[in-house]
């Protein structure tokens, strides 16, 4: 049977799943700017005085990182009906992945933002500068560059999550080499050509994103 | 509570002091850092505080400059409260935006410099300017480069701390405090982190700032030889309270208390 690697289906079935690929990195994409953003707001929440905010964030986090990503997807795209909140595979698939990833860059984020000095906080207050200054020209660029790591490997783990998404159809890699080995009854070559092109991606992705770190270090002036 | 009546709205009459600590106290749960502290620094005037580890001299410059609170007492500024505020006619705990109006007035050097490492030092010194009181960059770069100038630092205004030394860096941290134009200047042990041949470049700055400007000052030194020289007054502190104070010469010279006495000697021994 279906032991042997048929070049000719490989090139036939290779423009579908590239073009899949751009499904899946517009999906990786769009969930990691989402977890970006509200995953800074998740920190910088659990650093303000206000402790029953504090204690909420950190509880929500806490559940968002002890409960599987799958469950969290088909929650959204499932649940969120019963409750009048209709969305499309895509929608409901972003804001899933997003609100699983945010949680994690959260506490990136935290253990950035710890890592700037005491002493800096306080040069900003001898300076007169309100909180919003201090944040965002002072201890946030400084805790960029610590975080940029974690941050690199949540961008490379949101990246290898989304063919979680093809579970409510949403049409990326794994969704499309299913499509067509339930069309062909070959699986050998479209499963291969999924890992082939991860591994393609995930590499070199790794790689730059370290030479990225080098490269905000020294723009910053930081050693 | 603390009955807040005893203290008055501001300070009125002649010869207002530009700080004064009014019973003040302060506590870290259970240890009573400060105790009732009543100290005056007049306009102009360079007031040095000396005293033991521990002893809460520190404490008082960062109650001035509210990155701490106090327990009790009031803390006046140019005759208006620092850490508390006017409301209905009696004074309350001082809100963030009274603490911002009043903080203006006031700048400090750290022990361990604090500037700002993505900043090169002309950034550094630009960065409260512009961002702070809204100053043109073009304005804040001329007002940063004088006082870059003026404690030698001019040449390295492109570097980030990360390359100077000790020294230098303090240098450029009180170029950028005064670049807020600060009524009270306030140096907590500026020399302590520092090597000991690169101490008088700092020290020096100081003594040019003391010289040639009408800067109030307060800061906190073990540099007894310093002290004496440019200090118009020094205060020495023993658990939490002034034991004893008085011109540099009569306070060095011949010393009324014990501790003072003891204090002393046993600095002069470490050299
Ligand atoms: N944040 C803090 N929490 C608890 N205790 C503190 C804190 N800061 C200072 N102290 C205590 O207050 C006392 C005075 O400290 P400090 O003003 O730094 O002394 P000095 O500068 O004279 O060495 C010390 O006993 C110190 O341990
Ligand atoms: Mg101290």
Redo the contacts with the bound molecule.
């Keep these: 049977m279906g032991f042997h690697w048929k070049w000719d289906f490989t090139w036939e079935i290779l423009p579908r799943l590239l073009e899949a690929t751009l499904n899946t990195l517009i999906a990786a994409g769009a969930g990691y700017a989402i977890a970006i953003v509200l995953g800074l707001v998740l920190a910088l929440a659990q650093r303000t005085p206000y402790r029953a905010l504090t204690f909420v964030v950190r509880e929500f986090v806490e559940f968002i990182r002890s409960t599987p990503l799958i469950l969290q997807i088909f929650f959204v795209f499932y649940v969120g009906p019963q409750f009048g909140v209709r969305m499309s595979p895509w929608t409901s698939g972003m804001i899933a992945i997003g609100l699983h990833y945010s949680a994690y860059l959260s506490e990136v984020y935290r253990g950035g933002l710890n890592s700037v000095g005491k002493g800096q906080w306080e040069a900003c207050t001898a300076l007169n500068m309100s909180p919003r200054q201090a944040y965002t020209r002072i201890i946030i660029p400084q805790a960029v560059p610590p975080a940029l790591a974690g941050m690199g490997n949540y961008l490379v783990g949101i990246f290898k999550d989304t063919p979680m998404l093809s579970v409510i159809g949403v049409a990326e890699l794994m969704h499309t080499a299913n499509a067509i080995g339930s069309e062909s009854y070959r699986f050998l070559e479209p499963y291969t050509l999924v890992g082939v092109i991860f591994l393609a991606i995930s590499l070199p992705a790794a790689g730059f994103i370290r030479v990225f770190e080098t490269y905000v270090r020294r723009k910053l002036g930081l050693k | 509570m603390e009955d807040m009546s005893q203290y008055p709205l501001e300070l009125t009459g002649d010869n207002i002091p530009m700080v004064r600590f009014m019973n003040v106290t302060k506590r ?1 749960g259970k ?1 009573t ?1 400060l105790d009732r502290l009543d100290l005056d620094v007049a306009t102009g005037e360079m007031v040095t505080v000396i ?1 033991p ?7 008082v410059l960062r109650m001035l400059m509210t990155l701490e609170t106090i327990n009790e007492g009031v803390i006046y500024v140019d005759g208006k409260p620092l850490t508390h505020m006017e409301k209905n006619g009696a004074l309350v705990p001082a809100s963030p935006k009274h603490l911002r109006m009043m903080r203006s007035q006031i700048g400090m050097c750290f022990q361990h410099f604090n500037l700002f490492p993505h900043m090169t030092a002309l950034e550094n010194c630009m960065e409260g300017p512009v961002q702070v009181l809204g100053m043109s960059k073009q304005e804040a770069r001329k007002r940063s480069e004088d006082l870059l100038d003026l404690v030698g630092m001019i040449e390295k205004k492109d570097q980030h701390p990360s390359r100077l030394s000790g020294g230098q860096q303090q240098r450029v941290a009180i170029a950028r405090a005064l670049a807020m134009r600060p009524k009270v200047m306030l140096f907590d042990e500026v020399t302590s982190a520092l090597d000991p041949e690169v101490i008088g470049e700092v020290t020096n700055v100081i003594r040019d700032l003391v010289d040639k400007h009408n800067l109030t000052m307060l800061m ?1 030194t073990h540099q007894m030889g310093f002290a004496k020289d440019i200090s118009d007054r020094i205060c020495f ?1 023993f658990d939490g309270s002034i034991e004893e104070q008085g011109a540099p010469d009569a306070l060095f010279g011949n010393p009324q208390r014990e501790r003072t006495q003891q204090f002393l000697s046993a600095v002069k021994e470490a050299g």
Aim: charged share 10%.
């Design positions: 870290y240890l850092v005293g580890s521990g002893s809460g001299k520190t404490t906190v502190f």
